[in-house]
């Protein structure tokens, strides 16, 4: 069945935040995959760990095809947070391939329906409980784009890599000078406004 242009391109967009999600783990140790950079314990291979189970329940349990495999993370008896980092049994291979296995069940469910098929969400509000495919689509390029942001900016914490993806860094040329320039100004900036 070939794809609407719309679907295409929401698929599209999908595709591209999952993308920029693995690729800011590209080079790195264990160690730094795994270190909680912000005072809320954000780290790389936690977010990936997130939004596998994120996309397998709105591309899956939310359109009755349950992701095949166990993820017991995201039960309702699972501890706080646990979605969000990776245990010492969980290695940086085992949490991209369970993504990419999550990511295939999504594309496979992308494929099967059309985008006016409705879902249903139990973890929303009863009055927006059934939404569409369209609207979940929507819903999970935001989510995926936001986590990549989060990526973003761990990563830069990490080794100062940064971009959209890999030969696109989407930010001005300068070199370390300019861009030591560039933040000087910032700051003196806020400083001004801190005193004014």
Known sequence: MTESPAKSDLHHYLTRAREAMLWKLDGLSEYDLRRPLTPTGTNLLGLVKHMAGVEAGYLGECFARPFPEPLPWMEEDA????????????????????????????????????????????????EVRHPTLHRILIHL???????????????????????????SENLPGGDQAWWDGYRARLQKVAEDARHA
């Open 79 to 126: 501890e706080d947070n646990a979605d969000m980092w990776a245990t010492a049994e969980e290695s940086r291979d085992s949490v991209v391939e369970l993504y990419r296995r999550v990511w295939a069940h999504g594309d496979a469910t992308i494929a099967a329906l059309p985008l006016e098929e409705t879902g249903e969400v139990p973890w929303w509000p009863e």
């Open 141 to 167: 390029i935001a989510e995926t784009n936001r986590h990549a942001g989060h990526a973003d900016i761990v990563r830069e914490l990490i080794d100062g890599a940064v971009g959209m993806r890999k030969g």
